[in-house]
Structures are given as structure tokens and as C-alpha cells.
């Protein structure tokens, strides 16, 4: 279960386990990785403190024979000592650390741990720090280092409190762990890249909230009913035509009539939709903003087809294609938010793909709803397409008011934003000229537009039938 | 500069911001406690001391050391003591005195160390507190009995000379006994790795 924001964790815990601590995923731990602190030299170093003390403690020795003063040798004594001490109580270094996270799912404003189990397997370690680094999305609620001892034979358990701040893909990119002994004499560090990403989610209000399904069922479950098509409900029968399929001939009213008759059926109540989502950069606020409604409405419109049996399927289309063939259940629905939570790392100034493979595997009777700023001439191209092809299609195009802009803009900076203006309203123009439903989403909006798109698109489809 | 303790400086942010940071939210108490020692020990060498004009320079050598704790650097701070250890031992002020000049100096050390390890607001396990009480006790109980053990011997004036050997004799075999047993921990651990 995700910690939520509001049920306030302790501000810090660290928690001993059972000697015998279970295996990494068994423990409350999910994603977890590990680094070895075996068997590296960078443990074994003196540090700082052990080179000042053995050479203060040698100096004052040296100097109290010289002056031939004994009292001397007293200022040095208690730093031999230590040293002394040190160096006997000195064993080598064997543990391990795994950092992991304590929910599989984590959304937008949910607080969750992060876990650093520190194994000491056979050795005490006296004193050892660990400091993780956090990417973007994610803020720790007060911090992300500890100092703490770990006995030999047990496992310590550090768990940070963090906030995540932004849906999409944080990751914890790098730990830094410092062991010494008891003095701080001997010991070391290490800094060690992790591979830990932590997939965050839309919040679950804001995508289930904003469109039910009973409405859905409403407007998408029936829209196609008026229509002929190949599902099994009966229509109406009528005399056979050349083109018609031979499979479609009702044998029993032919034979009584002495002709050739065929079946007309309605199609299937429940249609198939695929959703086109534009994975386009944030370059700045109001990008960000977008691309944020963008993935919330397409988890929308996913949620509320499934919910009515329509099988749903999604193609992300940026610097690489990502394409889910139409499926039903709640399966598919993980799959589909999971494939969203990847639109969040769009690297900037990258190549993007067009009309990629999985275009060719939309059916011609598909709904396609495309979710895109259409700022760029390659994906209205890759619309026109579509609809080109047969298929209803229906943009939403996110727009935002409050674009953000640095500094002055130099006169070619501002001619080019004029341009790129030009270029999307002639894509729009362009689309609306094809039969495409194409649907400005405005900041203030709610996603209930989504659903007058699609009464639209009931028309635009009986214009095609027609 | 030995340990900085910046490995993990959060881009964009300067030094001295660090340094602030550092100061206001955990290590002031380790280093206040320091320079509370570092003073405490120079108004006891001043008060036994046989010279003249030593306190100008014993708060140069205080001072110093503060400023190794602002910084988080123990080199530093050692220098300090350095010049510390020197004025003591120009003024003169006793052997007890000296010993408890040492013992101080390198409690501040430890508590600037500790210092550094507290930098950035970490958790704190209770263990980390109880360890540094624990060992600041074994330091001043071991120099306590060493000191005492220095001190009679010292005093014993027929037997010194064959107890000053001895003594010594003792100390060669502690540093051998030591080092037998960091050599054996250290082809441990080289054993360890190599398997």
C-alpha cells in the first residue's frame, strides 16, 4: 500500500531486523538493489584522523627526548592510545546494501519509503553512512542520509520518507556509503551507480474522477448500433447483391423463396478504440502541463472503454513507438498507464519515429482518438493518415495559455514561435478538412470534453457510413 | 584538506552555502562542544602556566582548531592543536596538566570528526551517541591509568632505571602485539577477497 500524504510517517526510523533477514523481495522491499562493501580496499584506508593522531602522538615523543622533558610524552599519550586501540579492535569490512522501495505502486503525492537494508554478515561495523542522490519527480520529506552502527549477523534497515512530487519515472541514481570503525581511524567510502527507477503514476482521483464509465457507456457503448456491420445481433435481410459475402446467406429464407437472401447484422456493441498519444517534449511549464492532461485523458479514455467491454489499445508515437494491441481487462489497463508513465522521459531535441509498423495493424472500423499539441506537421501527417484509411478519428489538442518565456526573445526566436503558430493552425485546418474531429482542450477544461469528442465522432462515422 | 564530507553537493550550491548549512542544522552542537573543550583547556594551561604572554598564543592555536571544525577539515584542526601542544609545552604547566591539554585535544578532534559525520541532517541512530560517549571514556580511562602508571614510575627513584627499561620493553611489545594483529586482520581480508 502507497503511503499517502496524509498519513504523516515518522520523521525518521530505522529499524533493526531478525538476524536472518528474508530474501530482498520478500521483505517489504520491491525493486531492490544491492551493493557489495566486501572485499574493496576502499574500506581499509586510514583516514585523516589516524594520520593526525599517530604523528601527534610520535612528535610529542620525539620532542620530549629532545628537550629531555617527559612531561611532554603526556600531550601524546591519549592519541597513542586510541591508535593503539585501533588497530588491534581493527577487522575488515564484509556487508552489503540494498536499497528498494516499500510499494510496487507508487502515484503522484503518494509519501513512500525508500529502504536501505545494511547487511553485516560477519563483523560489526561500527559506523556507516549512507547517502542516496534523487533524481527529478521525487523529494525526500526531510532526508536522504543516515549514520547508524549494524551489529554482525543482522541487518539494519534505514527507511526514508519521499515525497513523490511528479507523475512519470524517478530514479535513485547513485548511493554513497562510508564505513569506519569506532575511532574513525581506519575505513572508506564508496559511491556506486544504482539502477533503481521508481515508475510513479497519475494520481488515481484525477484519472477515474473526470470521466465515468456509466457515461461512456452511454455515448461509446451504442454508437455504432444504427450501423450494418459483422456482429451477431440480426439487422434486417434482403435479396443477394453481386459483392455480397457468400458466408452471409441465409440459407433458410433462400430456400423458401427460391433466391438467394443475405443476413445484415449490427456490429458488435462494443468497439475496438486505440488511443494515439503524442509523447512530445516539455520544453518548458505549460509543456509539462500538457503533456500531464495529455496522459491523464488517454488513462481516462482507456479506463472508461474497458469498463464497457471495448477493447482498447495504445500507440505512443515519439522517439520510439510504443504499441499495445487492442485488448480487454484490467490487465491491459496496468499495461496501458504503465506504457503512459514512460511519455514522462521524452529526451529533449530527439529523433522522433514516424508512421511506424503498428500503424498497419489498426483496423480499418478502429476508432482512433489521437491526444497530441500537434505541433508538428510529421504526427498531423501521420493522423491524416489514419483517417485516410477509413478510420474514424478524433484529436483532443491540448493547449495551454501560460507559455512560459525566459528573458528577452530575440526577433528570430519570435518569428520562429510565429511560425510554428502558422504551421499548427494549417495542421488543424488541414484535419478538419479531412473529416477529422479536432478538439482544442483549453487549461481550464475539464476532460469531459473527451466525450462530446466522441459524440462527434458518432456523426463523422455515420457521414462515412453514409 | 582531508574530508570535506561534499561528495554529495547538491549542484548549483556554493561552498560557503554548504558550510552554513552544515553549521546551522546538526554540527553546532559537536563543534561548539569543541571549542567549549579548546578553551576550557587553554584558561587551565593559562592558570598553570610559568610563562609569560602565552594566551595570545594559545587563542591562535584555539582558534585555529575552530576554524578546522567550521571548515570540516581534521587536518586542520590538528595543525591548531599542533601549535596548542607548542605553547602548552612552552609554558610549562605540569604533567597533569599536559596529559588533561592532550586528552582534550583529542576529544575536540573526535567531536569535529563526529561533526563531519553529521553533516547534511542525517538519521542518527541512538548506537552512533552511546559509541562516542563510550569511546571518549576509554580514552580518558586508558590516558587516566597510563598517565598514573608514568607517574609512579617515575616517582620510584631506586628502581627507575630497571623500570624505565621494562617500560619501555612493554611498549615494544604492545606495538608488536598490535601490529601482529592488524597484519593477520589485513591477510584476512586480502584472503577474503581473493576467494
Same mark, same amino acid.
Given at each position: 500500500?502507497?503511503?499517502?500524504?496524509?498519513?504523516?510517517?515518522?520523521?525518521?526510523?530505522?529499524?533493526?531486523?531478525?538476524?536472518?533477514?528474508?530474501?530482498?523481495?520478500?521483505?517489504?522491499?520491491?525493486?531492490?538493489?544491492?551493493?557489495?562493501?566486501?572485499?574493496?580496499?576502499?574500506?581499509?584506508?586510514?583516514?585523516?584522523?589516524?594520520?593526525?593522531?599517530?604523528?601527534?602522538?610520535?612528535?610529542?615523543?620525539?620532542?620530549?627526548?629532545?628537550?629531555?622533558?617527559?612531561?611532554?610524552?603526556?600531550?601524546?599519550?591519549?592519541?597513542?592510545?586510541?591508535?593503539?586501540?585501533?588497530?588491534?579492535?581493527?577487522?575488515?569490512?564484509?556487508?552489503?546494501?540494498?536499497?528498494?522501495?516499500?510499494?510496487?505502486?507508487?502515484?503522484?503525492?503518494?509519501?513512500?519509503?525508500?529502504?536501505?537494508?545494511?547487511?553485516?554478515?560477519?563483523?560489526?561495523?561500527?559506523?556507516?553512512?549512507?547517502?542516496?542522490?534523487?533524481?527529478?519527480?521525487?523529494?525526500?520529506?526531510?532526508?536522504?542520509?543516515?549514520?547508524?552502527?549494524?551489529?554482525?549477523?543482522?541487518?539494519?534497515?534505514?527507511?526514508?520518507?519521499?515525497?513523490?512530487?511528479?507523475?512519470?519515472?524517478?530514479?535513485?541514481?547513485?548511493?554513497?556509503?562510508?564505513?569506519?570503525?569506532?575511532?574513525?581511524?581506519?575505513?572508506?567510502?564508496?559511491?556506486?551507480?544504482?539502477?533503481?527507477?521508481?515508475?510513479?503514476?497519475?494520481?488515481?482521483?484525477?484519472?477515474?474522477?473526470?470521466?465515468?464509465?456509466?457515461?461512456?457507456?452511454?455515448?461509446?457503448?451504442?454508437?455504432?448500433?444504427?450501423?450494418?456491420?459483422?456482429?451477431?445481433?440480426?439487422?434486417?435481410?434482403?435479396?443477394?447483391?453481386?459483392?455480397?459475402?457468400?458466408?452471409?446467406?441465409?440459407?433458410?429464407?433462400?430456400?423458401?423463396?427460391?433466391?438467394?437472401?443475405?443476413?445484415?447484422?449490427?456490429?458488435?456493441?462494443?468497439?475496438?478504440?486505440?488511443?494515439?498519444?503524442?509523447?512530445?517534449?516539455?520544453?518548458?511549464?505549460?509543456?509539462?502541463?500538457?503533456?500531464?492532461?495529455?496522459?491523464?485523458?488517454?488513462?481516462?479514455?482507456?479506463?472508461?472503454?474497458?469498463?464497457?467491454?471495448?477493447?482498447?489499445?495504445?500507440?505512443?508515437?515519439?522517439?520510439?513507438?510504443?504499441?499495445?494491441?487492442?485488448?480487454?481487462?484490467?490487465?491491459?489497463?496496468?499495461?496501458?498507464?504503465?506504457?503512459?508513465?514512460?511519455?514522462?522521459?521524452?529526451?529533449?531535441?530527439?529523433?522522433?519515429?514516424?508512421?511506424?509498423?503498428?500503424?498497419?495493424?489498426?483496423?480499418?472500423?478502429?476508432? $482512433? #482518438?489521437?491526444?497530441?499539441?500537434?505541433?508538428? %506537421?510529421?504526427? &498531423?501527417? !501521420?493522423? +491524416?493518415?489514419? @483517417?485516410? /484509411?477509413?478510420?474514424?478519428?478524433?484529436?483532443?489538442?491540448?493547449?495551454?495559455?501560460?507559455?512560459?518565456?525566459?528573458?528577452?526573445?530575440?526577433?528570430?526566436?519570435?518569428?520562429?514561435?510565429?511560425?510554428?503558430?502558422?504551421?499548427?493552425?494549417?495542421?488543424?485546418?488541414?484535419?478538419?478538412?479531412?473529416?477529422? $474531429? #479536432?478538439?482544442?482542450?483549453?487549461?481550464?477544461? %475539464?476532460?469531459? &470534453?473527451? !466525450?462530446? +469528442?466522441?459524440? @462527434?465522432? /458518432?456523426?463523422?462515422?455515420?457521414?462515412?457510413?453514409? | 584538506?582531508?574530508?570535506?564530507?561534499?561528495?554529495?553537493?547538491?549542484?548549483?550550491?556554493?561552498?560557503?552555502?554548504?558550510?552554513?548549512?552544515?553549521?546551522?542544522?546538526?554540527?553546532?552542537?559537536?563543534?561548539?562542544?569543541?571549542?567549549?573543550?579548546?578553551?576550557?583547556?587553554?584558561?587551565?594551561?593559562?592558570?598553570?602556566?610559568?610563562?609569560?604572554?602565552?594566551?595570545?598564543?594559545?587563542?591562535?592555536?584555539?582558534?585555529?582548531?575552530?576554524?578546522?571544525?567550521?571548515?570540516?577539515?581534521?587536518?586542520?584542526?590538528?595543525?591548531?592543536?599542533?601549535?596548542?601542544?607548542?605553547?602548552?609545552?612552552?609554558?610549562?604547566?605540569?604533567?597533569?596538566?599536559?596529559?588533561?591539554?592532550?586528552?582534550?585535544?583529542?576529544?575536540?578532534?573526535?567531536?569535529?570528526?563526529?561533526?563531519?559525520?553529521?553533516?547534511?541532517?542525517?538519521?542518527?541512530?541512538?548506537?552512533?551517541?552511546?559509541?562516542?560517549?563510550?569511546?571518549?571514556?576509554?580514552?580518558?580511562?586508558?590516558?587516566?591509568?597510563?598517565?598514573?602508571?608514568?607517574?609512579?614510575?617515575?616517582?620510584?627513584?631506586?628502581?627507575?632505571?630497571?623500570?624505565?627499561?621494562?617500560?619501555?620493553?612493554?611498549?615494544?611489545?604492545?606495538?608488536?602485539?598490535?601490529?601482529?594483529?592488524?597484519?593477520?586482520?589485513?591477510?584476512?581480508?586480502?584472503?577474503?577477497?581473493?576467494?
Amino acid at each position: 500500500m502507497a503511503w499517502r500524504s496524509r498519513d504523516r510517517v515518522a520523521w525518521s526510523e530505522v529499524l533493526p531486523l531478525a538476524s536472518n533477514a528474508p530474501s530482498i523481495t520478500g521483505d517489504g522491499m520491491f525493486d531492490a538493489q544491492q551493493v557489495a562493501l566486501s572485499g574493496d580496499r576502499d574500506f581499509r584506508e586510514r583516514t585523516s584522523l589516524f594520520n593526525v593522531s599517530f604523528g601527534f602522538a610520535v612528535a610529542t615523543f620525539v620532542i620530549a627526548i629532545v628537550i629531555r622533558r617527559p612531561d611532554v610524552i603526556a600531550l601524546g599519550v591519549p592519541f597513542a592510545i586510541i591508535v593503539g586501540l585501533a588497530l588491534t579492535g581493527w577487522k575488515p569490512v564484509q556487508g552489503e546494501v540494498r536499497v528498494g522501495v516499500d510499494s510496487p505502486h507508487i502515484r503522484e503525492g503518494d509519501l513512500f519509503r525508500l529502504l536501505v537494508d545494511i547487511d553485516a554478515p560477519t563483523h560489526r561495523l561500527d559506523r556507516v553512512e549512507v547517502e542516496l542522490e534523487l533524481s527529478d519527480r521525487i523529494e525526500a520529506e526531510s532526508t536522504v542520509r543516515a549514520v547508524t552502527p549494524v551489529d554482525g549477523g543482522t541487518t539494519r534497515r534505514i527507511a526514508f520518507p519521499i515525497h513523490a512530487t511528479q507523475w512519470g519515472v524517478a530514479r535513485v541514481p547513485r548511493i554513497h556509503v562510508r564505513v569506519t570503525e569506532r575511532f574513525g581511524l581506519f575505513g572508506g567510502s564508496v559511491s556506486r551507480p544504482l539502477n533503481l527507477s521508481i515508475r510513479i503514476g497519475m494520481p488515481e482521483e484525477r484519472s477515474s474522477a473526470t470521466v465515468e464509465a456509466e457515461r461512456f457507456r452511454r455515448v461509446v457503448g451504442s454508437h455504432l448500433s444504427g450501423d450494418r456491420g459483422q456482429g451477431l445481433e440480426i439487422a434486417d435481410i434482403r435479396p443477394y447483391l453481386p459483392g455480397d459475402s457468400a458466408r452471409d446467406i441465409n440459407w433458410r429464407i433462400s430456400n423458401r423463396r427460391r433466391e438467394p437472401w443475405i443476413t445484415l447484422r449490427h456490429p458488435d456493441r462494443s468497439a475496438t478504440v486505440v488511443v494515439v498519444v503524442d509523447a512530445h517534449e516539455a520544453a518548458n511549464e505549460g509543456h509539462v502541463e500538457a503533456q500531464r492532461r495529455s496522459v491523464s485523458a488517454a488513462l481516462a479514455l482507456a479506463r472508461g472503454h474497458l469498463a464497457t467491454q471495448d477493447p482498447v489499445g495504445l500507440l505512443v508515437v515519439g522517439h520510439s513507438v510504443r504499441w499495445l494491441p487492442p485488448r480487454l481487462g484490467r490487465n491491459q489497463l496496468y499495461r496501458i498507464a504503465d506504457e503512459l508513465i514512460s511519455v514522462s522521459n521524452v529526451p529533449r531535441a530527439s529523433l522522433r519515429m514516424y508512421r511506424p509498423p503498428a500503424v498497419s495493424n489498426i483496423g480499418r472500423e478502429t476508432i $482512433v #482518438v489521437a491526444i497530441s499539441p500537434l505541433r508538428d %506537421p510529421l504526427m &498531423v501527417g !501521420l493522423i +491524416a493518415e489514419l @483517417r485516410s /484509411r477509413g478510420n474514424p478519428v478524433a484529436v483532443l489538442v491540448p493547449t495551454t495559455d501560460n507559455d512560459v518565456r525566459f528573458g528577452v526573445e530575440r526577433p528570430t526566436t519570435a518569428m520562429a514561435r510565429r511560425l510554428a503558430v502558422i504551421e499548427q493552425t494549417a495542421g488543424l485546418h488541414s484535419l478538419r478538412s479531412r473529416g477529422v $474531429v #479536432v478538439i482544442e482542450w483549453g487549461d481550464e477544461e %475539464p476532460v469531459t &470534453v473527451v !466525450l462530446e +469528442a466522441i459524440t @462527434r465522432l /458518432r456523426r463523422s462515422m455515420r457521414k462515412v457510413a453514409g | 584538506m582531508a574530508d570535506r564530507g561534499g561528495r554529495v553537493l547538491p549542484a548549483g550550491r556554493f561552498l560557503m552555502t554548504w558550510h552554513l548549512d552544515r553549521l546551522a542544522r546538526v554540527a553546532t552542537g559537536a563543534l561548539v562542544l569543541a571549542a567549549l573543550l579548546v578553551g576550557a583547556t587553554a584558561y587551565l594551561v593559562l592558570a598553570y602556566s610559568q610563562a609569560e604572554r602565552v594566551l595570545g598564543a594559545l587563542l591562535v592555536g584555539a582558534l585555529i582548531v575552530a576554524i578546522g571544525g567550521v571548515v570540516g577539515s581534521t587536518t586542520t584542526a590538528a595543525f591548531g592543536l599542533v601549535v596548542f601542544g607548542f605553547v602548552t609545552t612552552v609554558a610549562t604547566p605540569g604533567p597533569i596538566v599536559m596529559a588533561v591539554a592532550g586528552l582534550a585535544g583529542f576529544v575536540a578532534l573526535m567531536l569535529i570528526d563526529l561533526s563531519i559525520v553529521l553533516r547534511r541532517a542525517p538519521l542518527i541512530d541512538r548506537e552512533i551517541w552511546t559509541d562516542t560517549a563510550a569511546t571518549i571514556g576509554v580514552a580518558i580511562a586508558a590516558g587516566a591509568v597510563f598517565f598514573a602508571i608514568g607517574w609512579v614510575v617515575s616517582s620510584i627513584r631506586t628502581w627507575q632505571v630497571l623500570l624505565v627499561a621494562v617500560g619501555f620493553a612493554a611498549v615494544g611489545a604492545c606495538v608488536r602485539v598490535v601490529s601482529a594483529r592488524h597484519r593477520a586482520a589485513v591477510s584476512d581480508a586480502v584472503a577474503n577477497r581473493h576467494t
